[in-house]
């Protein structure tokens, strides 16, 4: 990952960087065998060499992750939702879906240009089967991709793209932003991704909370365990 000390405040190019290198690192992985994972070969296809500590550390972390959204899933009998903050190019969705548990509604939120690069790529090599799209719910929402697969809403520069009828959601968010706001784009109905509070909900930060402030970090778990009572918290973050 690209280093930045915890007190300092990164650049939405910086942070891009440490998706696009976590990415490379889980890619050249795959490709030595450490793990499957035939969709990662999408977000990246020409991986550069890793020491196989770095092997190591992605295939530990990309296994407890899937393990446990998978227990997760199944302790609720799939009726759960999963937000993933800071998704970037993970592909764990497409790993639950192949293992046929999904939850009932499954969201990742990252900065607009990732998010838009992640759709982009999943419309383009079709990793979802289509359906009928949803909808625009405003005449003021710009649809940038084919609407026969998904759905984009523009409104207020947030980008939100909609896949599975509704199951999977992407949608654009700074998590340096004040908790509230992000509360309103999990929970609305109109041009968010329609959480529910009440339910058994899975939070995922896979080398997230570093690249925020302290305070900024505290707010955002706070809030989120204020609001979403049976609510997990699955946190990776390097240390040492």
């Not at 090599?125 to 005449?139: G, N, Q, S, V, Y």
């Amino acid at each position: 990952m690209v280093s930045v000390t915890p007190m300092s405040s990164p650049t939405d190019e910086i942070i891009q960087l440490t998706n696009d290198d976590a990415t490379s690192s889980k890619a050249y992985a795959v490709s030595r065998g450490y793990w499957k994972d035939k969709y990662i070969k999408y977000f990246c296809s020409s991986p550069s060499h890793k020491t196989p500590e770095i092997n190591r550390g992605y295939f530990i972390r990309t296994t407890a992750f899937r393990a446990i959204a998978i227990s997760f899933i199944k302790s609720t009998g799939g009726a759960c939702q999963i937000v993933n903050l800071g998704a970037g190019s993970d592909t764990l969705y497409f790993a639950l879906k192949d293992a046929q548990e999904t939850p009932e509604l499954y969201v990742e939120l990252d900065l607009p240009s990732n998010i838009q690069q992640k759709a982009m790529t999943i419309q383009r090599r079709k990793l979802l089967e289509a359906t009928d799209a949803l909808p625009p719910k405003d005449d003021n929402l710009n649809p940038i991709i084919n609407q026969k697969t998904s759905v984009v809403n523009t409104l207020h520069d947030n980008l939100h793209y909609v896949f599975e009828t509704g199951r999977f959601h992407l949608l654009s968010f700074d998590l340096r932003r004040p908790v509230q706001d992000l509360l309103d784009v999990l929970c609305s109905t109109v041009n968010g991704a329609g959480c529910s509070k009440v339910y058994p909900t899975l939070f995922l930060a896979e080398c997230v909370l570093v690249y925020m402030s302290p305070q900024a970090s505290c707010q955002l778990i706070e809030g989120l365990s204020a609001n979403f009572p049976r609510a997990s918290f699955l946190h990776y973050e390097q240390a040492g």
